[in-house]
């Protein structure tokens, strides 16, 4: 179990670490744009600085749930690969005595 | 029958759900003879209409996806959280001194807005009396109510303030998003499809907005009232990322000119709504497809719902 515990919560940070940098990747360059657009000021500066707050807690909320979502994703594989195939029916009777009703 | 109950029934049945909804329409009309003769007419046409029952269909589709046993033995708890949503659609008429709903008159036009308030408190009540032996179910809906009550008020505090799209999901996922996250939960019978239900919610939601933009009747319409009061819908919250948008959404007054004028703004931001609209479609779809025995059901739901901003 903790051979299993182990692989699992390797797979799962490996898992998280890829789909960050991937987001990253593909949010970074319009966030780098918007930030320049912003810091020129000018006309599309002030929505430009609106867009790049939204992207940006965007991007935030975006990993957190990539990370939550892989996290469960670990929980499960290790619930799945710990669990016995079959559970064996307990010994009759399930309960040694009456309760009294 | 009528185009709008045509078109709810052809998406019910696409989602493969019209057993378990004729099921439901039976339990409703069964309940509704039973109930108190003084509050019978406006309960029946609370729940009256043409209901999209896309809450209950969620809440079937997370049964299917994760248990053998056939959906129609969540129909009780269906039937429970219609009584919930057609609360919250009563006390939304009341606070937004709605004309209409569902195509026709909201039910404190036509009984007056005590029987309106009554009318909703009967509806809660009997929501808790037909799952009182499911302690699962009852815990849920006191969830639900909870949650409800505070992102209305959440939502009223942020009218006519210079927040964002994320804000924005915010008040969706109080919103909406509970309820459709409470249909996911009981009807999984657990968490697992917990947040499933919470990103089909918000896409509802930001669904009906966009629809609202478009003029559409789909949803329920609302879009003239929601500029007139600054609520943050999505294409408001896409439109106030401009300066000159944002100072006339921070007004206070009635001008028509100026309400035109953010309208017209708005649905120039459509398109981008839209985007958002995918990103959230796109959530919702990879959580079925990590967290649900059988995805299809739920991916079918995520289409479906996808597809009201558009018609």
Redesign the interface.
Known sequence: MVAVGSVVTSAAAFRVGVSWLELWVQRTPPLTRLALTAALGGAEGGTAEATFRDDLIALGGEAVERSYRELRRGVDDFDRFTRRDEEEPGVRPHRPYRVKL | MSGAVAASDDVIARLGATAEIALLRERIATWLEGVDDELREPLAWALGGTPKHFRPVTLFACHRAVHSTPASAAVELAFVVELMHNMSLVVDDVLDESDERRGIATVERKFGRLTALMASGYLVADAFAAVAEDAFAVRHLAELLRRLGAAECLQWRLRRQPL???DW?RIAGEDTGSMFEICAVLGARSERLR?YGHLVGVLYHGCDDVGDQRGLEALGGGGDEDIRDGILTLPA?LA????RV?ERFLADDDDAERLAELGEAFRARLDDAERVLDGVAD?AR??AA??AADPEPLLALVDQVRQLSRR
Do not use: Y
Request: charged share 45%.
């Open positions: 964002g799209v994320e999901r947040r919250a106030i990322r401009d300066p944002r959530s990879a959580e990590q967290f």
